[in-house]
């Protein structure tokens, strides 16, 4: 039982929590404000940002041509090996040289969402390990881009 010295509001707090009755409470929550279409960048991905402007999609012709596949099967959605591994060595490069968030490579290569290009990130670092043509690739790619930026 409650102190008869205890404050009354303080001994009906008591009360009400030891005998689990419903108390009611005022919570405010903030409204954010609604996000504009065309939004800047987050910072983390300003800072990244070549310092000349680059077209990514020159690296998508590159690899064509290197790889002896059509531009348009790369960026398709099929889901063989020789396209995949295209699109590995693309957005292995474009993270590497350029710099590029997930979903900025992911639009590079005409994907809904940056969870295939995280996959194919992942996956280019083994292929690069293991497998050798792959590894020339890559250096070859990055290489063009050094030249094209001048560095």
């Keep these: ?7 009354p509001a303080l ?30 960048l987050p910072p983390y991905d300003r800072a990244r940002q070549p310092s000349s402007p680059f077209d990514p999609s020159m690296i998508v012709d ?5 790889m002896g596949l059509p531009r348009a099967d790369i960026l398709g959605p099929s889901r063989e090996a020789r396209y ?9 490069v474009v993270r590497h040289a350029l710099g590029f968030s997930m979903p900025r ?7 809904p969402n940056h969870t295939t290009t995280l996959n194919q990130l992942r996956r ?5 390990d ?7 690739l890559t250096d ?6 050094r030249q094209e930026q001048g560095q």
């Design 1 to 7: 039982m409650i102190s008869q010295r205890a404050h």
């Design 11 to 40: 001994a009906q707090r008591i009360t009400a929590a030891t005998t689990r009755e419903p108390v009611a409470v005022n919570l405010v929550v903030p409204v954010s404000k609604p996000v504009a279409a065309s939004r800047p």
């Design 62 to 66: 590159w690899a064509a041509y290197e």
């Design 84 to 92: 995949f591994r295209a699109r590995a060595a693309i957005a292995w």
């Design 105 to 111: 490579i992911a639009a590079v290569l005409g994907r």
């Design 124 to 128: 280019a670092a083994v292929m690069r």
């Design 130 to 136: 293991r497998d050798p043509a792959f590894l020339m």
């Design 140 to 145: 070859k790619l990055i290489e063009r881009v």
